[in-house]
Every structure is written in structure tokens, then in C-alpha cells.
């Protein structure tokens, strides 16, 4: 019998299914997660951890887990696991993550976020509910910017990025720019899609999407001098991660007209939130990480993580692995 360690909750089906397998489960027993010192201790005898994005697998972590076979993030990106740990390799610890089931409800968001930022939807929200119901006018209050016909500028042309450029090519007729560090042969013959330069990319879009996972060369990609290449018209939308984007250059960048608006589903210091952007209410959308947040998708995330410790205790590779 092995031990499963579950730093947050986890659907009682997928736990069921490592109840079946034999496997005793160690988690939370409500919703709120377990704090991080008695995850750690669990970990003295464990044998799996399933975690999520906001739980940070260092070596202080991987240390105390010392027959740790697997680590089975419940996310695309894993930056939060210590994966290069030449011990956790040595002792063949597997780090997996769940790629694909939440392509699309990430996209989902990625345009939810672009037209609620182009057609002002919070702020027309917030204004009916205060009873503040703009009189009709060809300049009336809360006119926004159309999105069909536009061009959409992609950074970062994976699974996510192409979801988003299907939508934005096949349901609204956009041009589709993007950038990316190979080229993406398939998506340029589907959606007429044109790899360009970061700079002409920005230049040129009249929507900036960033779908690419955060490293050393894409902390601050946006950053003051990205904003200042950008048209004054445009809107930017982060689903990615956070520190992609210098929240101060943004702040500036959107205060002063020097771009349009923007959509953010992360922050670079989750989970607050600069406060400049809280305070910018015009063409600024803000969510909280809601990329995966939908019922169908987190069961699915769910399920690839519980598949993947299922294959890897029964002496199987694992379905989904990054190391």
C-alpha cells in the first residue's frame, strides 16, 4: 500500500480511485487547503504528492520526501516544482502536470477577458447596477472597440495560443500575427497565421495575447519598452503567468493612454494585485486565475493527476511527464 499525500482537496471519485487501488490518502478534510508544515511532514513516508500551482516543491520539500516516487502538479506550468534538483532525478522522482484537458476552457477565458476589456462589460455592469444607465448617443458613454476584423497578436503559439487564434480567426475574422520561438507550421495552414518579430508583433496587433510560461527570458517581456512599441489602441490580455508582465510599466502604460486597456487573469504577486490596477476601472478587466475554472476542466485536471500516480505506483510511466 502506498501513501498519496493531496496538499488540497481533490474529488472524492479520483480519491476513490486510489482508495481502490489500494493506496491510503493523506489531505485536507474540507476545502481549505493543508497548511504547508503538515504536508511536508507527511511527506517523511510518502510515496506520491499531488499539488497545486500555489504549492512550492523546493528541496526543502523534496528532502523531506524521501521515498517520494512522483509529483503530480495539478497544472500545465509546474515552475512551482523544483525540477532541477539533481537529487529528485537521481532518486527518479517523476514531476507530471496536466496539459491539454484545460486548452480550451483557458481560451474560453483568454476571449472572455478580451471582449470584456474591448466592450467595457464590467464597467457597463457596475453602471446598470447603480442605476446609472448611459442615455443612447453616437458617442455615448461606455463605447467601446470592435474586436471582429482586428488583428490578433498571439505570443506564445502552443496549444493555448493556437485555441485562442482559432477563435479569434475562424469566429471573428481576425488577422492572426503571432511569435514563438519555432514556428507552428500547422496553425499557419489553418488559420493563415504569420510568425513576425516580437517587435513587429507588437507594433502591428490591434489585441496582444500572452500565452508563453515564465523563464528567465519572459519575466518582464512587457515590459516599458514592449507598452511604448505598442499601439495606443490596443488591449492586452495575460492568461499566462503573472511576472510576464511588469505590473508597474502596466500601470503606467495604461494611466497615460499608451495603451488601451487590459484583460489579466494572473498577477505577478499572486494573490494580491498592484494596486494601480485595482484602481483603473475604464478598459480594465481583472479575474483571479479563473484560466481552468470551469467544472468539466478541473475534474479533468483532476483526473489526468490521479492517472498519473495510478500508472507510476503500479511500476507503469507516467501519462504526462516534464522530468
Same mark, same amino acid.
Not at 517520494?68 to 517523476?94: F, H, S, T
Not at 490521479?306 to 503500479?314: G, H, I, Q, S, T
Given at each position: 500500500m502506498a501513501k498519496v499525500v493531496c496538499t488540497s482537496y481533490v474529488f472524492p471519485e479520483e480519491i476513490g480511485r486510489l482508495e481502490a487501488a489500494g493506496h491510503r490518502v493523506v489531505g485536507p478534510e474540507s476545502e481549505a487547503p493543508l497548511p504547508r508544515a503538515r504536508w511536508i511532514a507527511e511527506l517523511s513516508d510518502a510515496d506520491a504528492l499531488v499539488c497545486l500551482l500555489t504549492d512550492r516543491v523546493d528541496r526543502e520539500a523534496l528532502r523531506a520526501g524521501r521515498s517520494?516516487?512522483?509529483?503530480?502538479?495539478?497544472?500545465?506550468?509546474?515552475?512551482?516544482?523544483?525540477?532541477?534538483?539533481?537529487?529528485?532525478?537521481?532518486?527518479?522522482?517523476?514531476?507530471t502536470n496536466t496539459p491539454d484537458v484545460l486548452t480550451e476552457a483557458t481560451a474560453d477565458l483568454t476571449f472572455a477577458l478580451l471582449l470584456g476589456a474591448a466592450r467595457r462589460i464590467a464597467e457597463a455592469d457596475a453602471a446598470v447596477r447603480r442605476g446609472a444607465f448611459p442615455a443612447w448617443g453616437l458617442d455615448q458613454a461606455l463605447t467601446g472597440s470592435d474586436v471582429h476584423g482586428k488583428t490578433l497578436g498571439i505570443v506564445g503559439m502552443g496549444r493555448i495560443g493556437t485555441a485562442v487564434a482559432r477563435r479569434g480567426r475562424l469566429g471573428f475574422g481576425m488577422e492572426v500575427l503571432y511569435h514563438n520561438r519555432s514556428r507552428n507550421e500547422a496553425a499557419e495552414a489553418e488559420l493563415s497565421a504569420a510568425w513576425v518579430p516580437f517587435d513587429e508583433l507588437l507594433a502591428e496587433s490591434d489585441v496582444v495575447c500572452v500565452h508563453v510560461p515564465l523563464s528567465d527570458e519572459t519575466h518582464h517581456l512587457f515590459g516599458r519598452e514592449a507598452f511604448a512599441r505598442m499601439k495606443p489602441s490596443v488591449i492586452l490580455v495575460n492568461v499566462a503567468r503573472g511576472p510576464v508582465v511588469d505590473e508597474e510599466a502596466l500601470v503606467d502604460a495604461l494611466a497615460s493612454g499608451a495603451i488601451a486597456g487590459a484583460g489579466l487573469d494572473v498577477y505577478e504577486r499572486e494573490p494580491a494585485v498592484h494596486p494601480g490596477l485595482i484602481a483603473l476601472t475604464e478598459r480594465v478587466v481583472l479575474a483571479p486565475h479563473l484560466g481552468s475554472a470551469t467544472r468539466e476542466t478541473r475534474r479533468a485536471m483532476?483526473? +489526468? @493527476? /490521479?492517472?498519473?500516480? +495510478? @500508472? /507510476?505506483?503500479?511500476?507503469?510511466?507516467?501519462?504526462t511527464p516534464v522530468s
Open positions: 517520494l516516487r512522483i509529483v503530480a502538479n495539478v497544472a500545465v506550468g509546474y515552475e512551482n516544482v523544483d525540477v532541477d534538483v539533481d537529487a529528485a532525478r537521481e532518486r527518479g522522482i517523476v514531476v483532476a483526473r +489526468l @493527476a /490521479v492517472d498519473n500516480v +495510478l @500508472a /507510476v505506483l503500479a511500476g507503469r510511466d507516467a501519462i
